[in-house]
């Protein structure tokens, strides 16, 4: 099994920044694709963005592009979420989770993560 801690999150002002980091645990962490997503109080889980297994492509939601950047350290089993640019509908708490291995398609469907971390809050004050 895998084991994620997101880290990272915290309260900013509207127009602030902040870095979430997902740390996991065992050996197969290179070979999933990784997505986060977020939810709010209420709402329904929401895809935030993913990534290949071996980094470089992504794919983000409409929301968060041109603001969020997902990347990838797999030396580290670590995978990062830089958000600029935040408004107060990113408010929520985000995870992170494992999707498809070795998998060219990046899901933006919750039900087909595995692992899941315990979230951390995003708090964006206007």
């Known amino acids: 099994q895998v084991q994620l801690v997101e880290s990272g999150g915290g309260l900013v002002q509207a127009g602030g920044s902040l870095r979430l980091s997902c740390a996991a645990s065992?050996?197969?962490?290179?070979?999933?694709?990784m997505g986060w997503f977020r939810q709010a109080p209420g709402k329904e889980r929401e895809f935030v963005g993913g990534?290949?297994?071996?980094?470089?492509?992504?794919h983000y939601a409409d929301s968060v592009k041109g603001r969020f950047t997902i990347s990838r350290d797999n030396a580290k089993n670590t995978v990062y979420l830089q958000m600029n640019s935040l408004k107060p509908e990113d408010t929520a708490v985000y995870y992170c989770?494992?999707?498809?291995?070795?998998?060219?398609?990046?899901?933006?469907?919750?039900?087909?993560?595995?692992?899941w971390g315990q979230g951390t809050q995003v708090t964006v004050s206007s």
């Open positions: 065992g050996q197969t962490f290179s070979t999933y694709n």
């Open positions: 990534i290949r297994w071996s980094g470089g492509i992504t």
């Open positions: 989770a494992t999707g498809l291995r070795y998998s060219n398609y990046i899901s933006t469907n919750h039900r087909e993560y595995t692992y």
